[in-house]
């Protein structure tokens, strides 16, 4: 039976802050991403979750493949979803990781193209498999599902273009500075000595957000806790200080 419900999306408004972990500035991301069943009615919601059917993925495992046939979305209801980029060498560049009341899956949804990028769970999660063809039949029923999926793949668009900008005009230290406080703003939990970034990220992770080597990574971190900006606890980050990280981000330093 399917433990999706109506009441699944009464929670859904406070965590729209926190869908989804993106490389992208605070401009391009004020605007949302609104959960996608803001607006339905609990009816709605019901025979939308009955249409579909629920998936569960272990971490590391996918969700998706870059290159394989599309076949709808996946609304994400538990843990975390890592979208990314794999060029022909290998090299990859992470664009976003979804919170659950997030679709992933685009930018086709209905069923016409093949995945551009892949979709892998960053940690045990659970996801909402609605096919291309269902999605087409509900979207005609119900509005409120067609202004979702329009206003999701938006606020997608402004991000993945804001992504390649930073990509384009920032230096490596400065998207370095600008994802440790982004990171900080989300699981940031103040602690003696600092404010402890709590969630696992490994330098691999951090250098796939970045589109920078794990290496470059490493090196950089050792520069930062040397001087007393940061030190790692664990799989985890604690900052220190977060004053330099800040002018770092802004480019107001000569380090490259």
Known sequence: ??????STNLGWADQ???GAMLMPDEKARASGPAPLFQGLSDAEIEELVSAGKRKVFYRGAQVFGQ???QDGIY????GR????????SGREITLAYWHPGNFVGGPDVFSNGVHVWSGVAAINSSVLHLPGSVLRQMIVKIPALAIGIIEGLSFKGRCYSSLAQMLGTRSPTERFAH???????????????????????????LA?????????????????????????????????????????????????
């Open 81 to 88: 979803i890592r979208v990314f980029y794999a060029g022909p």
């Open 75 to 78: 609304l994400v209801e538990t």
């Open 16 to 18: 729209a802050r926190f």
């Open 1 to 6: 039976m399917n433990n999706w419900s109506a």
């Open 208 to 256: 796939h957000m970045m589109g920078v080597t794990r290496q470059w990574v490493t090196t950089t971190f050792k520069h930062l806790a040397e001087e007393g900006v940061l030190e790692a606890q664990g799989t985890n980050i604690l900052i220190k200080d977060a004053a330099p990280l800040a002018t770092l981000r802004d480019g107001k330093s000569k380090k490259t």
């Open 179 to 205: 994802l440790l406080l982004h990171l900080l703003e989300i699981y940031g939990v103040e602690e003696r000595g600092g404010t402890l970034i709590a969630a696992p990220f490994t330098h691999a992770d």
């Open 67 to 69: 290159g394989s046939p």
